[in-house]
């Protein structure tokens, strides 16, 4: 596997299938709704691509609740001048119940991993469940609309 030389003070690389896997995910044309990393062996890797099951709920049960990931989602909403829209929303996830170490790293991490993914506008910080409601990221997307 080839990796980027692209790393901050963390020492974490990104994978470049990571990149290629992130542009194919970002077409419109491309079902998924999903896409969530994790640090392994001091690279950020693809963990969930692919799933049968798009739906929000299924998202929420691929983010551990004692360790970081990190998440892109591709959501649905309505404008509010009532135009269907579709927007991609990158979740950083440290709950407060992963180890110093984890949300430390995740942190230190998360510019390297944002600068590979372009097209994202809108990038969100969670900590608990409650920060991530359909809702939430429904309004946060009209903000940029």
Known sequence: ??????????????????????NKFKLHNNPNKFMVFKIE???????ETQSEDNSFLNFLSNLPLDD????VYKIDFTTLDERPHEKLIFISWCPDTATVRHKMLYASSKLTLTKELLGIPIMINATQRTDLSVHILRERCRKFT
């Open 1 to 22: 596997m080839d990796y980027l030389c692209l790393k901050m003070s963390s020492g974490i690389a990104v994978a470049k299938d990571l990149t290629k896997s992130f």
């Open 68 to 71: 970081c990931r990190y998440a």
């Open 41 to 47: 062996n001091k690279r950020t890797i693809i963990e």
